[in-house]
């Protein structure tokens, strides 16, 4: 079974801080990506990766970065946290050509910044 | 830009009831179309998805999806639902025109409640 990990489950962090949300794959996946979760609004994607030192913004990226230097991992950076990043975050990967592929996600990370 | 809707928030059934959540998607080209679900405080799951081929769909845990084009829907199913059910189910669209990057676009989610 492919295989996501995320490395915290719950991390409570203060305003101004620089956060780091790890997430690293089994499965030699091209893709990954990071999405927040918040209630009503579904999972809006951040930034993604197609390949290693590649990035590509979503449709939220602002306040965040990322950095993807081996293929199975893609760390998520919050370069000065605020209080609106409290969310769920959701670490996924996939093939690159199987865009007819699903996406496998990780186990989450809730964050809460104060 | 794709879009999903998920017109439901939340959807309450009987335990032995049909169950069924509802989904709509707009692209540019082909849809492909999946569907998730989220128990309490964990990632989300693959139940199901549309590629091509038949229009109704078998998934896990005997889900099933029915992708209606002309209706631009892909509505999830169950004939009866169970009480380990309630979860929260999200559709995701991906454009077969814009492969790059495999992007998946998800709804606001409908939450699924089945009681005893």
């Known amino acids: 079974d492919v295989k996501v990990t995320q490395s915290s489950r719950y991390l409570v962090k203060r305003t101004g801080e620089k956060v780091f949300l790890e997430c690293v794959q089994d499965m030699d996946h091209e893709n990954m990506f990071w999405y927040r979760q918040d209630p009503g609004l579904g999972l809006r994607l951040i930034y993604f990766?197609?390949?290693?030192?590649?990035?590509e913004k979503g449709d939220i990226p602002e306040g965040y970065s990322v950095s993807r230097e081996k293929k199975e991992r893609f760390s998520l950076i919050l370069e000065s946290a605020s209080t609106n990043q409290t969310s769920m975050y959701l670490c996924a990967s996939s093939l690159l050509t199987g865009f007819r592929t699903e996406a496998f996600f990780g186990q989450g990370t809730r964050l809460t910044v104060v | 830009a794709q879009s999903v809707a998920q017109p439901e928030d939340q959807v309450n059934v009987a335990e032995g009831n049909p169950l069924t959540v509802k989904c709509t998607y707009s692209v540019s080209g082909n849809p492909y179309l999946f569907w998730y679900v989220q128990y309490p405080n964990r990632g989300l799951q693959f139940l199901l998805k549309?590629?091509?081929?038949?229009?109704l769909v078998k998934g896990s845990y005997g889900f099933e999806a029915e992708f209606n084009k002309s209706q631009t829907s892909f509505h999830l199913k169950k004939p009866s639902a169970l009480v380990s059910d309630s979860a929260l189910y999200f559709c995701?669209?991906?454009?077969?025109?814009?492969?790059?990057?495999?992007?998946?676009?998800f709804g606001g989610g409908t939450r699924v409640l089945v009681k005893p």
């Open positions: 549309y590629i091509t081929g038949d229009n």
């Open positions: 990766s197609y390949d290693v030192k590649m990035k």
């Open positions: 995701a669209v991906r454009d077969a025109i814009k492969a790059a990057g495999n992007k998946l676009t």
